[in-house]
Every structure is written in C-alpha cells, then in structure tokens.
C-alpha cells in the first residue's frame, strides 16, 4: 500500500493541470473586457457560452467530492443501484430541456427569486432568495469545501486546513472572472475529471483481474459481476438492508423525478448555466450533459464496487486501509485506491479530484452571488446600482461566502453524516414544495401567491412531520405494501427518504390545487406565463439524441434490474 503522499511526477502532473485551467480562465477573462462592467455578462455569460460549454460546465458544478467520495462509497456498500441518481438525472435534463428551458427563456427570467416574482410575488421571492442563501451556503456551499479538502488531505497527506483553503482560493480566483470563466474553464475540468477518473476505475479493474490471476479491465468487470453479484441490481427489494435509501420501483416512477426535476430545473446553481443563451444551445448542452451523466457511474460507482470486491478477498492490506476507528468506512474506497496509482497517474486522478471540487465551488459561489446581488442588493437596498457596482457586490459576496463555508464548515457534522446524504437530507426536506411551486407556477395559470406560500412552508412542515412520524407511530403495516422498511439504527419502521418526497409533493399540489380553486380571482390570474405549444417543440437533432439517451437507459435498468 502505497503511503498517502504525492510524488514529485504527481506534483508535476497537478502542476500541468493547474496552469492550463488557470491561463485558461486569465485567457478568456481578459477576451471580453465587458465581463468587468456588465452584470448580465459576468452572471450568466449571456450569448457567450456554446452548447459544449454548457454541457461541461452541467456536470462539472454537479460533480464533486460527495459523488467521487460518497457514491464510490455507496458503490462499495450499495452496488450499482446508486447509479439511479446518475441515470436518472440523464432522463430528467431531457425533461427539462423540453419543458423548463422554454418558459424560462421566453420570459427572459434569469434568476429563480426572479420566477417566483414575476410569477407570484415579492414576499415569495424574497422568502425564497434567503432561504436559497442559506441552503446554498450552509448546506451546499460548506459540505463541497468541506468533503474536498478532507479528500485531497487524505490523499496528498498535506494538512487538511491548508487543502480548504487551497481550494477555497483556486475557486475564487475562477469565480471571480464570472460566468464565462467558470463554463469555458469548466471544459478544461471535465477533461481532467473524466480522464483522471477513468484512469481509476481502469487500475480499481486490472487490480481486480490481477488478484484473480488474469488481466484485463473487461474481465475484470466479469469478476465483479461474479464475486459482488448482489451488488448490480437496480431495483432494491423491500428485504434489501438499503431499501431506505433506494426504495424499489420509486426511483423509476416515484420521488426520484422530485429530487432530480428539482434539482435540475429549479436550481440557480443549475440552470444558471443555459439561461444566458439561446434555446437551441441551451437544449444541446444538457443533452450533452444528459450523456456524459450516462458515464458518471463507471467513474464514481464502479471503483466502490471494485474496492468491496478487494475488501472481501482480503486483497493485500486493502482492509486495514478501509477500516477508520475500528470500524469500516466505505468512504475511504476511493482514496484508497486513489493511494494505489503509480506516480503520475496518482497526480492525474488527484487533479480530476481537484476539478471536480473547485469546479462546484466554483458554480455555487457564483449562484450564491447572483442571487445575492440581483435579487436582494439590487431590489431591496440598491436599486438604483450601476452596472458596474453590481459586479463590484457580485465579487464581494463570492469572498466573504467562501470564507463563511470555511469557518463553519467543521462545525456541522458532515463527516458524521457523511456529505452525499447530508446534502441530500437537507435539501429533501423542501424540494417537494419547491417543485410544486414551480411546476404548478409553469403550467397552470390559475395558481396562486397564498398556494405557493402553502408549498413553501406547507411542505416543509410535512416534511419534517414525516421524517419523525416514526417515533409517534408504528409505521410496519405499511411495510407489506413497500412504503416503510426497518432502520437498524433506530429499530424503527420508517419511511424511505425517497418515498416521502413524493407524499409531500402530491400533499403540496392537492394543497395549492385547493387554494387555487378556491380563490375566484384566479380565474382570470394576470400572474400566468406566456406559453404556447410551439415552444416545446425540439428540433430533430436534440429529438434523435434524446431517444439514444432514452434508448440506452432502458437498455441498462433491461440487463441490470
């Protein structure tokens, strides 16, 4: 076992990487003096970036340290099922690229609080915009910052405070160029994320065949199926000790359309990155997202899989090095095997990890501040700021939020939680009435301030109702229908994660359907979006990509159910 050090070659091959993005970014910053003055520029890179900047710069603000680290680690203790938040992101961005994107463009609407706004009202937006800020910061913004340097300390063997801050100022630097910056350079570091992470599942592959006495990443792969085959099922069943996490059949047609439509159609840190282009480029780029997310999990899931694989077969001192505290911690997977590569390779894979983090940080500061800066500076304490002071404000905010995430980041206890499920408990508990809002808001006319205000808080109520409903009721009847599993943790029967989204979604649109109805006014609702059929029509190009996309993902829950 290699110790948890960098060789001079890794130190070289990071160093590469390094001066590429950066004399990249400084390239492109200085291209366009107007990124400087012009806050539509410096925030959404309007009419700048192509559809492939677009695509990259998708995936690499959604790729970070949580999938690297986390979804390798819930490979190693899962299997493949984890996959479905890969795959299933794939279906949705065409969901969203339809159906989302032309409402959004059409209405020029370049902020979430701005949506909110136009289509409800200011009480909602600025409820919104704050609460965004904190998610964003506190949850987001601290968990990404936090579980990179833990990972990039656990490689290199530098000091974990003087990774945070590392990274923290890498991705100030890229940020504060603005968002053009961010989706070119973010082209540079997909190419790095993609490459380094291949270079990891090959060695996690040719380690597997090696310790079988045979070679090749293809077998390989056949010996995982073979020695791990309990770990490449898509679909759990209810007796799955991990059903809570994946119930069954909802990720295909329940609650993970909510954390995905969510996710990458409501989300400022997402489509922040198409808002500022026409709607054909926007659609190509997250159809190109939509394939690169189809390859997301030979990356970050199959290494966890190799890596339990290894565990099992007492492979070198692989067990000692996966065991934290006497105990086992699937997280350590991917480091693990990252402190296996030869020098050079092990620079290349650290550089990925690196991209992949700064990248995130990178997109969410940025989010954070156009929030910030248009829909709280601008509207409530500066409405009369010039262009220039509102980029001046943007780039202040990116500072002084980064270095929020890093005094509070130890104090929150994600390394407990551990980060993928710390994200994505927090940020459950309100995107059943987010979405609601939002997919009521896009298209029925009729739809209320006083319902949006129902799903707000509304759905956040039941959320956390649910979430401990368990300790008031015993919840096993509803075990025999697939709606509760047993948590040995707790040793109670609870509603998986997944499933409560949905209750609270379908909750929150009954809900507003109500209130909507029952308000006479909002028959005739001047509030209402401009829509008509046409605009969701694709061309044929993005249609014939979208049914491989479709096609291939059929084809993989086919042979992986």
Not at 343 to 359: D, H, I
Not at 401 to 418: E, H, R
Not at 526 to 532: N, V, W
């Given at each position: 076992?290699?110790?948890?050090?960098?060789?001079?070659?890794?130190?070289?091959?990071?160093?590469?990487?390094?001066?590429?993005?950066?004399?990249?970014?400084y390239?492109?910053?200085?291209?366009?003096?107007?990124?400087?003055?012009?806050?539509?520029?410096?925030?959404?890179?309007?009419?700048?970036?192509?559809?492939?900047?677009i695509?990259?710069?998708?995936?690499?603000?959604?790729?970070?340290?949580?999938?690297?680290?986390?979804?390798?680690?819930?490979?190693?203790?899962?299997?493949?099922?984890?996959?479905?938040?890969?795959?299933?992101?794939?279906?949705?961005?065409?969901v969203?690229?339809?159906?989302?994107?032309?409402?959004?463009?059409?209405?020029?609407?370049?902020?979430?609080?701005?949506?909110?706004?136009?289509?409800?009202?200011?009480?909602?937006?600025?409820?919104?915009?704050?609460?965004?800020?904190?998610?964003?910061?506190?949850?987001?913004?601290?968990?990404?910052?936090?579980?990179?340097?833990?990972?990039?300390?656990?490689?290199?063997?530098?000091?974990f405070?003087?990774?945070?801050?590392?990274?923290?100022?890498?991705?100030?630097?890229?940020?504060?160029?603005?968002?053009?910056?961010?989706?070119?350079?973010?082209?540079?570091?997909?190419?790095?994320?993609?490459l380094?992470?291949?270079?990891?599942?090959?060695?996690?592959?040719?380690?597997?065949?090696?310790?079988?006495?045979?070679?090749?990443?293809?077998?390989?792969?056949?010996?995982?199926?073979?020695?791990?085959?309990?770990?490449?099922?898509?679909?759990?069943?209810?007796?799955?000790?991990?059903?809570?996490?994946?119930?069954?059949?909802?990720?295909?047609?329940?609650?993970?359309?909510?954390?995905?439509?969510n996710?990458?159609?409501?989300?400022?840190?997402?489509?922040?990155?198409?808002?500022?282009?026409?709607?054909?480029?926007?659609?190509?780029?997250?159809?190109?997202?939509?394939?690169?997310?189809?390859?997301?999990?030979?990356?970050?899931?199959?290494?966890?899989?190799?890596?339990?694989?290894?565990?099992?077969?007492?492979?070198?001192?692989?067990?000692?090095?996966?065991?934290?505290?006497?105990?086992?911690?699937?997280?350590?997977a991917?480091p693990?095997?990252?402190?296996?590569?030869?020098?050079?390779?092990?620079?290349?894979?650290?550089?990925?990890?690196?991209?992949?983090?700064?990248?995130?940080?990178?997109?969410?500061?940025?989010?954070?501040?156009?929030?910030?800066?248009?829909?709280?500076?601008?509207?409530?304490?500066?409405?009369?700021?010039?262009?220039?002071?509102?980029?001046?404000?943007?780039?202040?905010?990116?500072?002084?939020?980064?270095?929020?995430?890093?005094?509070?980041?130890?104090?929150?206890?994600?390394?407990?939680?551990?980060?993928?499920?710390?994200?994505?408990?927090?940020?459950?508990?309100?995107?059943?009435?987010?979405?609601?809002?939002?997919?009521?808001?896009?298209?029925?006319?009729?739809?209320?301030?006083?319902?949006?205000?129902?799903?707000?808080?509304?759905?956040?109520l039941?959320?956390?109702?649910?979430?401990?409903?368990?300790?008031?009721?015993?919840?096993?009847?509803?075990?025999?229908?697939?709606?509760?599993?047993?948590?040995?943790?707790?040793?109670?029967?609870?509603?998986?994660?997944?499933?409560?989204?949905?209750?609270?979604?379908?909750?929150?649109?009954?809900?507003?359907?109500?209130?909507?109805?029952?308000d006479?006014?909002s028959?005739?609702?001047?509030?209402?979006?401009?829509?008509?059929?046409?605009?969701?029509?694709?061309?044929?190009?993005?249609?014939v990509g979208?049914?491989?996309?479709?096609?291939?993902?059929?084809?993989?829950?086919?042979?992986?159910?």
């Amino acid at each position: 076992m290699q110790t948890k050090s960098l060789h001079i070659f890794d130190y070289l091959v990071f160093l590469v990487y390094f001066v590429i993005v950066a004399g990249y970014g400084y390239y492109i910053y200085h291209k366009k003096k107007k990124a400087t003055t012009d806050s539509k520029d410096f925030f959404l890179a309007e009419g700048s970036l192509t559809w492939w900047a677009i695509g990259a710069s998708l995936i690499a603000s959604n790729i970070s340290a949580e999938q690297f680290i986390g979804m390798s680690g819930s490979g190693f203790n899962i299997g493949l099922a984890i996959s479905t938040y890969e795959w299933m992101a794939a279906a949705t961005l065409i969901v969203v690229a339809v159906f989302f994107l032309p409402i959004y463009l059409k209405n020029k609407i370049y902020t979430m609080p701005q949506f909110l706004e136009r289509r409800y009202n200011q009480t909602v937006s600025t409820i919104m915009a704050v609460f965004w800020l904190l998610l964003y910061i506190v949850v987001n913004l601290t968990s990404i910052l936090y579980l990179g340097a833990l990972a990039v300390s656990t490689i290199s063997g530098i000091n974990f405070f003087v990774c945070m801050g590392a990274l923290a100022f890498f991705a100030i630097l890229i940020t504060l160029g603005g968002m053009k910056v961010i989706g070119y350079t973010d082209v540079i570091q997909v190419f790095f994320l993609i490459l380094g992470g291949l270079a990891t599942t090959y060695l996690a592959l040719q380690l597997v065949s090696s310790h079988f006495g045979t070679n090749g990443v293809l077998k390989g792969f056949s010996l995982l199926t073979q020695h791990a085959s309990d770990h490449f099922h898509m679909i759990l069943y209810k007796e799955n000790p991990k059903y809570l996490d994946l119930p069954g059949l909802s990720v295909l047609i329940g609650g993970m359309w909510i954390v995905n439509l969510n996710y990458w159609g409501c989300n400022q840190y997402i489509t922040q990155r198409a808002l500022g282009a026409d709607l054909k480029t926007a659609r190509n780029g997250l159809l190109f997202a939509g394939f690169l997310k189809l390859l997301m999990p030979i990356i970050v899931v199959l290494p966890g899989i190799a890596a339990y694989v290894l565990y099992t077969q007492n492979h070198g001192d692989f067990g000692t090095a996966m065991t934290q505290g006497g105990s086992l911690n699937p997280d350590n997977a991917y480091p693990v095997l990252l402190n296996l590569l030869p020098a050079g390779l092990k620079g290349l894979a650290f550089a990925a990890l690196t991209a992949a983090v700064v990248a995130s940080l990178a997109g969410k500061a940025n989010s954070i501040s156009t929030i910030f800066t248009l829909d709280i500076y601008k509207k409530i304490y500066n409405k009369e700021a010039d262009e220039k002071k509102i980029v001046s404000i943007g780039r202040t905010t990116v500072v002084i939020t980064m270095i929020i995430a890093m005094v509070i980041s130890n104090f929150l206890g994600i390394d407990k939680k551990g980060g993928f499920q710390f994200i994505q408990e927090y940020t459950g508990f309100v995107s059943p009435g987010v979405f609601a809002m939002f997919a009521l808001g896009f298209f029925w006319k009729r739809t209320t301030s006083n319902a949006a205000l129902f799903a707000m808080i509304g759905g956040l109520l039941m959320s956390f109702i649910l979430k401990f409903l368990p300790g008031w009721v015993n919840l096993e009847p509803l075990y025999q229908i697939g709606f509760s599993a047993l948590n040995p943790d707790s040793g109670l029967y609870e509603i998986p994660f997944i499933d409560r989204m949905g209750f609270v979604f379908i909750i929150c649109v009954l809900g507003m359907v109500i209130i909507s109805v029952a308000d006479k006014k909002s028959i005739n609702n001047p509030k209402g979006l401009a829509i008509d059929a046409g605009m969701f029509k694709p061309n044929v190009g993005f249609t014939v990509g979208a049914t491989l996309i479709v096609g291939i993902l059929i084809a993989l829950y086919t042979v992986f159910w």
